[in-house]
């Protein structure tokens, strides 16, 4: 994947949690899930692409996330109906236990 990253020229910071610390702390469920943050760095959405599911016709269209960051972007109320995202459960590595909490993640992060 950071391969991909580079040769895509990700304009945007990628993470690759090897240890699951950072899914666990924001208690991710499947892939994609999707965690919104604002400019005090609170998360102001967490939720689904879009409608669009396999198999289920609905062309992919990325509206509900697109809508949550042109909210954050033009400082618009972020729609509170937000769907959870579906998809691929994560399948969680056996590492011992740790006791990280998502504050450590940034300073300055809120739940």
């Not at 240890?19 to 943050?37: G, S």
Request: charged share 25%.
């Amino acid at each position: 994947m950071t391969e991909f990253a580079f040769e895509n020229n990700f304009k945007f910071p990628y993470l690759y949690d090897e240890t699951q610390e950072v899914a666990k702390a924001y208690n991710a469920t499947c892939t994609p899930d999707f965690f919104l943050f604002d400019s005090q760095n609170r998360l102001v959405y967490r939720g689904q692409l879009d409608d669009s599911r396999p198999g289920n016709g609905i062309p992919l269209s990325g509206n509900d996330l697109r809508g949550a960051i042109d909210s954050v972007i033009y400082n618009r109320i972020i729609n509170p109906s937000q769907k959870p995202s579906s998809g691929c459960i994560i399948k969680w590595k056996k590492y011992p236990p740790h006791n990280l909490k998502a504050s450590n993640l940034r300073e300055g992060w809120k739940l």
